[in-house]
């Protein structure tokens, strides 16, 4: 009889983390059964470093296991400490390369599952892929995968996205008023943040030229220290945009100390005086209080398109050298030199090759938001801004396109329901 359970999870990169993490193991621990909630983080190129720290302080997570423990874990023999091995269990894929789990599932010789987003391996290792949308299922068809193994539930960041405090109180609390607000998120990756801070207060400085009333809110990622953002903020990369932006030395700053919460934001000035709020976390307050937002691609798009939220995606190869890569490039990228070379040759061509960048428009294969990318200059982006802010027809236009792409809630009940079938099947039904 079936009571007790390992559920052992792979997961990465702060997006899959926040996104797909969070719902999944809260809808898991709700099951009849008791569970042990293992999470493993392996390597990955886009880590920021602070993954563990984060799922550390999940309330659903019993133990986390970082890159090293991974490694020895799954490719030496003998026990991890920390680890109990129960006699039933189940292998989670969330994140990362597929032969991660498969490790795993070798090792603990548990049955094993995979929520993807049409990403395929290792085929008769895993029960089920589960799935968030058709297309990404027929993906997966295509690639030979049995009908049978394959169920679309729905996507977790629909169940991730859920403020916990209306955008008015929000409003208040940061003094915002009914003041359009403009929401700045430099991502989860340290290297973003060199250029990124500088540059996303440019574009507040020539939108505020154009709408002066215009206010903005810097969403700081938990995956990122205070020293990261002061690094941003007087950095070689600030140094280096000096030129461009007539940007002096002190001319930015934090103002006080730390990166805190909507009740106690940090300050960032900028150059003509201006204090722009810094928060850390409370991302989704802060996205349904905002009205339009400045993104990198990748797991905030769709969050804030969940929420109705329009947003100018930006995919900057000012330096390429920066930004990370998968796989082989991504070793290849780590070598000095020629990697910083490789980067500047192959990101244009992985920018020219995909259409679209932003989740919401590859969904829908269409731009229902816009997309800057190659380089990208502040004038651009500050130029996007104004024109959505002031066409409120094309606005709420593109703010209903976007709930309509995005599809519906409880993706995560329907994963801990094949969890439990799964589990269930293997080690029979009570």
Known sequence: MLKLANIVITVNSPGEVSGWL???VKAIKALPLETVINVFIPPCTFASGKEADVVRQMPWVDKVFGPTEFLKFTLLRGSLPGFEK?????VLFLGGDLTHAWLLSKKLHYPAIAYTEGLTNWVDSFERFMMPYPQMAEKALQKGVAAAK?????NLML???QPQMESDQVRRTLRIGDRPLLLFMPGSRPGHFEYLVPFYIRVFEIVKEKIPEIAAVFSISPFIADDVIRQGMSGPMAQLLEQPFNYNP??????????????????????SGQQIPAVRGHQYELMAAANLAISLPGTNTFELAALGVPAIVIFPL???ERIPLEGIPGLIGGIPILGKALKRKLLPKIWAKNKFTAWPNRLAQEFIIPELGGIVTAEAVGSQVVRLLTDKEEY????NRLQEVVGEKAAASRLAGIVWEVLQQKYGRQ
């Open 150 to 154: 394959i169920q679309i539930v729905g």
């Open 159 to 161: 169940d991730a996205a």
């Open 86 to 90: 129960l006699p039933e269990g189940l």
């Open 250 to 271: 002190g001319d930015t700053g934090i103002v006080n100390g730390s990166i805190g919460s909507i009740e106690n934001p940090g300050l960032i000035t900028t150059k």
């Open 318 to 320: 000012n330096y390429p």
């Open 22 to 24: 969070k719902p999944a």
């Open 396 to 399: 709420q236009r593109i703010s």
